[in-house]
């Protein structure tokens, strides 16, 4: 089945430091790859998306290229504020033409920014 | 505009009792899906409704578990005889198609004692 595997982390980073959080997927077809952040006491907000393959999402800073050949949708940013500390998913939707439509999530990832 | 809403916030039950976690979707939104977050498991989907059917409930964890729309607006999850592992963050979200972005409501926060 889909799968989402992303860094676990606690990752820990110093303010203006850069950002990367790695994800891979397994899936068959073509899904639609996003990124979803999880403030501290809130629900879960859309980051960014991207729908096929070479596709960048970007939002607030934060980018993610949609890359087939790799499996992957890694997530950057140049320049971290103590305000990005979250949690950030990694998640994949595929039209499987069956009766379910549904979101499949990686684990995952903490991040930090300390002043 | 109004985003997701759940109700309640938090919850906290004695083992064996029965709850109602509601959500209400944006408006004209089609699509409606159920979520558990919680430490063990991460996110879980439950299940999915287009409009009032959920044509697939083989998401749900057991079958103390249970979900009904109406009106094509709001949900309702009803957890019966609720046991420790039930414990979780309950979360909704809706898409105006099934092919759509999902977005996603604060959640309901389920302890069960």
């Known amino acids: 089945g889909d799968s989402v595997t992303q860094m676990e982390g606690p990752v820990t980073l110093s303010e203006e430091a850069f950002l990367t959080i790695n994800c891979t997927y397994t899936a068959t077809g073509y899904p639609s790859l996003f990124w979803y952040v999880q403030y501290p006491g809130e629900g879960l907000q859309l980051l960014l998306k991207?729908?096929?393959?070479?596709d960048k999402g970007s939002n607030k800073g934060f980018e993610a290229t949609y890359r087939k050949e790799t499996t992957s949708f890694h997530l950057e940013k140049g320049s971290v504020q103590v305000s990005d500390s979250a949690v950030y998913f990694c998640a994949l939707y595929r039209d499987s033409g069956g009766s379910n439509y549904k979101l499949t999530f990686g684990k995952g990832t903490l991040l930090t920014v300390n002043p | 505009g109004a985003g997701v809403s759940q109700s309640p916030s938090n919850k906290v039950t004695e083992k064996g009792k029965d709850v109602e976690l509601r959500c209400d979707p944006i408006s004209g939104h089609t699509a409606l899906y159920w979520y558990r977050q919680s430490l063990g498991q991460g996110l879980e989907f439950l299940i999915y409704f287009q409009g009032n059917s959920a044509p697939d409930k083989s998401g749900l964890p057991s079958d103390r578990f249970s979900a009904e729309r109406t009106g094509g607006s709001v949900s309702t999850l009803t957890i019966q005889r609720t046991q420790q592992e039930d414990s979780a963050v309950y979360l909704c979200a809706s898409s105006l198609g099934r092919l759509e972005t999902q977005y996603f409501g604060p959640g309901t926060r389920l302890l069960v004692l």
């Open positions: 991207a729908t096929k393959a070479d």
